[in-house]
């Protein structure tokens, strides 16, 4: 294989054992990097962990190692463990941190990690798990982090370094193989230059009035042009609506096809794509083919009687499709495998298929530059938008991929647009704030001298003398109430602190509970039940159906323990504050342990299919937690056995899934 010039250097390092920071655009060939490693440690006889930041990467990982290393290739997520022992292991990032507590013993024939998407560490969910990922990784252990773009990959690269006993080589790359040409679609009109689309599409003016006659929070007044003072100015300017049907057929006839259509909600994909039904971008031979594959796939798949599968072929035979979390794992995974084919010419989905997914297109749409950060609505970070973008342009098909903004003058302001597109990414900053669980493992391991593990994190690093004050003071309340509720004591954990060690996320809840007995009294549906309301995170006005007297008990019971659990982190002054459970899966988990058709579950949740999915199987990895973990009563530990064999089947089955359908 011939390797671009900054692969060639990656590999250099690699052939000299040192690790390697790579930081270069989507597209740019990062993974051929991670495989050059993966085979030079199977022919050395030595072994590889690949970590990456969600499941379906981890997934997509391991289908497409296991095509190419057959018997050779493992996967480690929570609610999977396949080959756990293979000379090629995927983990989720989660569970190489919860290894690197729990069992090192396990990582001291492993001589590569991979971190594919290290920029996660300024992720304000997840960035602490790569932090600490990083930081008790082993000294034999080399390193291969791969990034997006970023300013200020030396200074992460410089912070690895000191705290590992070994060098680290610095990649940047900046050029990228399919140069990207950025695209305005704005008052219904396409431009290719950003000062043709402040000309003409804002008519010279950064800053319009809302859609609502108002003006935007943080914009400027602007000046009144028009005689009649800024009412009359404001009725003026209306800008013309973006067609969608329009950019489509641009698409159509630029020859721009297929593409990645981005748009931030559920629900808006899939209506988008249900529009775009009155097209029909298929050959009669590919309307044939695609057909053929969609019914062989979903047979494979076991989707054929699956109500959301047949109303998507509608969609399928007119080269569309629409793609989000809310789906079926297994469907999604066959919209994937036919646009890999290249029978799906137009995919509508949200950005959770930009994460890591090798999924090129000639051109990518977004549906607007604003989305939701978790707690509030912003305009697009640089970095995100070049995380999306960058499935524009396929390598060695296509000699350059095209990116269309959809941009309302209402909505944002010029100069925001080309902030988005044109400023440099974004630097990558710390969120560092340990769990509960990574602290009394860390106790278990130094005691007291725990505080002296912080000067290695890289939120330390990148702090001044406040910020790494305000660190180890965060840190200090955590490990006093951890004393205050007695999981430390002078001889480092208590049993209570050892259980909790073991439950990443929902520490102080369940030990509590387990410590007070309320565990042991729950049988499989009532324990199932308690972790499906721990996990679950319910949507903007989501209904809750209303529970029976028996899941009401168990309600009653978790909100006591949580409400102790709340005093002391209010007199700790520890914040977040553990999170209230939610029982809206309640009814729906009881019917799926009673026996009942997947397809039947919608009579008792208004929670998507894909969600129901992935909150079974965040409880699966629970219970394994809790089978796994010390201390835990031999009731408590056959409840969990029991449930996890009455939830674990059918589509809920994530091994069964990767097993049968590689």
Not at 317 to 323: E, L, N, P, Q
Request: charged content about 25%; aromatic content about 10%.
């Amino acid at each position: 294989m011939r390797y671009d010039p900054f692969q060639a250097r990656a590999i250099a390092a690699i052939d000299q054992h040192r690790s390697v920071l790579v930081s270069a655009p989507t597209g740019a060939g990062k993974t051929a990097i991670a495989e050059y490693a993966i085979q030079k440690a199977l022919a050395a006889g030595e072994r590889t962990i690949y970590t990456a930041p969600v499941k379906a990467l981890s997934n997509q990982k391991f289908r497409d190692f296991t095509a190419r290393y057959p018997d050779k290739v493992g996967i480690l997520t929570g609610d999977v463990s396949l080959n756990p022992d293979a000379p090629i292991v995927i983990m989720t990032t989660e569970i190489y941190r919860n290894q690197l507590f729990e069992d090192p013993e396990r990582l001291k024939s492993t001589r590569w990690v991979i971190f594919d998407e290290v920029h996660y560490l300024d992720d304000a969910e997840r960035g602490t798990v790569w932090e600490e990922a990083i930081m008790f990784s082993p000294e034999q252990v080399r390193l291969i982090a791969l990034s997006a773009t970023a300013p200020n990959i030396e200074e992460v690269a410089e912070w690895i370094r000191g705290i590992l006993d070994h060098p680290i080589e610095v990649i940047i790359e900046t050029h990228r193989p399919v140069p990207l040409v950025h695209l305005f679609q704005c008052q219904n009109r396409i431009y290719d230059d950003i000062r043709e689309l402040r000309r003409d599409g804002y008519m010279g003016r950064d800053n319009w009035p809302s859609e609502h006659g108002g003006h935007r929070s943080g914009g400027h007044r602007p000046p009144h042009r028009h005689r009649g003072g800024p009412q009359r100015w404001e009725r003026q300017l209306r800008a013309h609506p973006n067609r969608t049907e329009d950019l489509v057929r641009h698409l159509i006839e630029k020859g721009r096809l297929p593409c990645l259509y981005f748009a931030f909600g559920r629900r808006r994909a899939e209506e988008l794509a249900w529009d775009q039904e009155r097209f029909d971008f298929l050959t009669p031979e590919e309307r044939v083919q695609v057909a053929r594959s969609y019914d062989e796939l979903l047979d494979r798949f076991e989707l054929s009687r699956e109500p959301s599968a047949a109303d998507m072929k509608r969609l399928i035979h007119k080269g569309v499709a629409f793609h989000h979390a809310g789906m079926l794992p297994t469907l999604k995974e066959v919209i994937e495998r036919l646009f890999t084919s290249r029978l799906i010419k137009m995919i509508f989905t949200t950005e959770t298929f930009a994460i890591g997914i090798n999924m090129p297109a000639k051109a990518v749409v977004f549906d607007e530059l604003r989305k939701f950060y978790g707690t509030h609505f912003g305009y697009l970070r640089t970095r995100d938008y070049f995380q999306m973008a960058g499935r524009a342009g396929r390598r060695g098909m296509d000699a350059e991929g095209y990116v269309y903004s959809r941009v309302n003058p209402h909505m944002i302001p010029a100069a925001t647009v080309q902030k988005v597109v044109y400023s440099q990414p974004e630097p990558i900053e710390s969120q560092f704030n340990s769990c509960y669980a990574t602290l009394l493992n860390l106790y278990a391991q130094f005691g007291q001298r725990l505080l002296e593990i912080y000067p290695r994190s890289f939120h330390h690093f990148q702090s001044n003398k406040k910020g790494r004050q305000r660190g180890v003071a965060a840190i200090e309340r955590k490990l006093a109430l951890l004393r205050d509720l007695g999981h430390t004591g002078p001889d480092g954990l208590t049993q209570k602190g050892q259980f909790a060690s073991w439950m990443y996320g929902y520490e102080l809840i369940l030990s509590e509970m387990m410590e007070g007995g309320a565990l042991d009294q729950l049988d499989a549906l009532g324990l199932s039940i308690l972790l499906c309301s721990l996990v679950f995170e319910p949507r903007k006005n989501q209904f809750c159906p209303q529970l029976p007297p028996n899941m009401v008990a168990v309600a009653r019971q978790a909100e006591r323990f949580l409400r102790r659990v709340h005093q002391k982190e209010a007199q700790h002054r520890v914040w977040p504050y553990t999170k209230h459970p939610h029982f809206h899966l309640a009814r729906a988990l009881e019917a799926w342990m009673g026996g009942c058709r997947f397809m039947d579950l919608a009579e008792h949740t208004d929670v998507d299919e894909g969600e129901i999915i992935r909150y079974f199987r965040m409880v699966i990895q629970l219970l394994r937690q809790i089978r796994q973990a010390p201390h835990a009563s031999a009731r408590l530990r056959e409840a969990a056995g029991a449930a996890f064999d009455k939830i674990n089947r059918d589509l809920v089955d994530a091994e069964r899934q990767l097993r049968n359908l590689g």
